[in-house]
């Protein structure tokens, strides 16, 4: 059964996305703060989280930023202001998967989540992708190079997944872009795409190599 953490510091959205989620047939845990958030994912491994913007102490923003910092489960964000595009962005780029205004549907929230994992999860969930020394488990999101873990943020991991699944093919920063960021492409640059490329190469280390930039054209990962 999937589990859903629910960081919330009001109880009555608390109780409210349990009696939503869990008649969806979801598994629900709930942290009233972002740092007890924080604390819960670090010790227990859950399949998504539902983060709200407006909290006392540290609000979702950083603990979006502090979530992503160490792993790549899903996050839809949830505010109670209606229209702000500008929380919008900043939740986005904090690393949230989706942004959703209160109040919402069960059926808004379902379908808002489907479509998260839809996007995260790719169609082969229980595949094993190698390339050389490079072993990547979409189940499990988890990478290793020669056997040693790797740590991606979600973008980095859905790239290289992308690029495993794709090999010796070529794509553009913007089919990258549209890929990865689908709805959502509009608030990053093709600079972004270089950025996590670099970025994922450094990760990789020799593995990295692989990932090679075809001129004038964008990136291909080369199969060894």
């Not at 983060?51 to 109670?80: H, Q, Y």
């Not at 972004?192 to 004038?216: F, M, N, S």
Request: hydrophobic share 45%; aromatic share 6%.
């Amino acid at each position: 059964m999937m589990k859903i953490l629910v960081i919330d510091d009001e109880g009555t959205m608390q109780d409210l996305l349990r009696l939503m989620l869990e008649g969806a047939g979801y598994s629900v845990a709930a942290a009233a703060s972002g740092e007890e958030g924080i604390r819960r994912l670090q010790a227990e491994a859950f399949d998504f989280v539902i983060l709200d913007v407006l909290m006392g102490g540290m609000d979702g923003f950083a603990a979006c930023a502090e979530i992503r910092r160490f792993t790549s489960v899903p996050i839809l964000m949830l505010t109670a202001i209606a229209g702000s595009e500008a929380d919008k962005v900043k939740g986005l780029r904090a690393g949230a998967d989706d942004y959703m205004v209160k109040p919402f549907s069960k059926q808004e929230l379902l379908a808002r989540i489907e479509a998260i994992l839809r996007r995260t999860r790719g169609t082969a969930p229980d595949a094993e992708w190698t390339n050389g020394p490079l072993a990547l488990n979409e189940k499990m999101r988890m990478v290793k190079v020669a056997g040693s873990p790797v740590v991606l943020t979600r973008r980095e991991f859905d790239l290289l997944a992308f690029l495993l699944k794709h090999p010796e093919q070529v794509f553009s920063r913007e089919q990258l872009m549209e890929k990865l960021w689908g709805e959502q492409a509009y608030n990053v640059t093709t600079r972004t795409v270089d950025t996590h490329i670099k970025t994922l190469r450094i990760k990789l280390g020799e593995a990295g190599g692989a990932i090679e930039t075809v001129w004038g054209l964008g990136y291909k990962l080369v199969k060894r």
